[in-house]
């Protein structure tokens, strides 16, 4: 298996719903990220584990909250959000950790609508 | 604060004609550059990746250049196809972020191929 999936491919919530978007790799790779993208704008990260640790929070608000509960998956449990929050999210992850060079794969992306 | 400007922002090119996108940065110290390929609603899929001590790398019918000191990078696509329509998007990696495998993203070039 060489891909990031995620699922759902599309999500459409209410600001009081709770939801999550999920993320897998079966590559062994050791670094998993999220990254928020809006229309025409590059992906900008949100959070990194490296060997199932938070290693990078890009202060981003509590709403969103990642975990990580084992190598191969990692969730992005949304609560509360606001329409402004709607965008495509991708995760990604990369073989060595945070180990400087190292390609990071990208998932097809949870396209997330907020009402 | 580190910056990766693309340019052209879109180009239209005809089936089967060459073209080349340019990457500037100032990210600094430098210690890799990628380029990437996004299809629309899509997560992107890596092209290349460059440290320092290389000026040039193929993928099949892309091949991108690095010019460490200048900063500057190109991607050359040859013999276009409908399917090379899409954003290419450059990314960098400064020795700070590397060790956090963090990458700075271009605005990326919207290239659109017609029959």
């Known amino acids: 298996d060489t891909e990031v999936t995620q699922t759902p491919k599309h999500l459409v919530m209410g600001m009081t719903n709770k939801k999550s978007l999920k993320c897998e790799q079966h590559m062994g790779h050791r670094a998993m990220y999220w990254y928020k993208q809006k229309a025409k704008k590059p992906p900008e990260l949100m959070f990194v584990y490296s060997y199932e640790k938070l290693s990078i929070n890009e202060s981003v608000p509590s709403r969103f909250s990642p975990e990580c509960p084992n190598s191969s998956l990692l969730n992005l449990h949304l609560h509360a959000l606001q329409p402004e929050d709607s965008a495509l999210y991708l995760c990604?992850?990369?073989?060595?950790?945070?180990?400087?060079?190292?390609?990071?794969?990208f998932g097809p992306g949870t396209r997330l609508t907020v009402l | 604060k580190n910056q990766v400007e693309q340019s052209p922002q879109s180009l239209i090119i005809l089936e089967g004609k060459n073209c080349t996108l340019q990457c500037n940065y100032t990210v600094s110290p430098f210690s890799n550059l990628r380029w990437y390929k996004q299809d629309t609603g899509r997560g992107p899929v890596s092209l290349t990746i460059m440290t320092f001590s290389e000026n040039t790398k193929s993928n099949g019918r892309y091949t991108a250049t690095l010019d460490a000191d200048t900063k500057q990078s190109s991607l050359h696509i040859t013999a276009s196809q409908l399917s090379d329509s899409a954003s290419y998007i450059c990314v960098v990696s400064g020795e700070l972020e590397a060790a956090g495998n963090k990458l700075t993203f271009g605005g990326g070039t919207r290239v659109l191929v017609k029959p």
């Open positions: 990604a992850s990369s073989p060595q950790g945070l180990a400087g060079v190292d390609t990071q794969y």
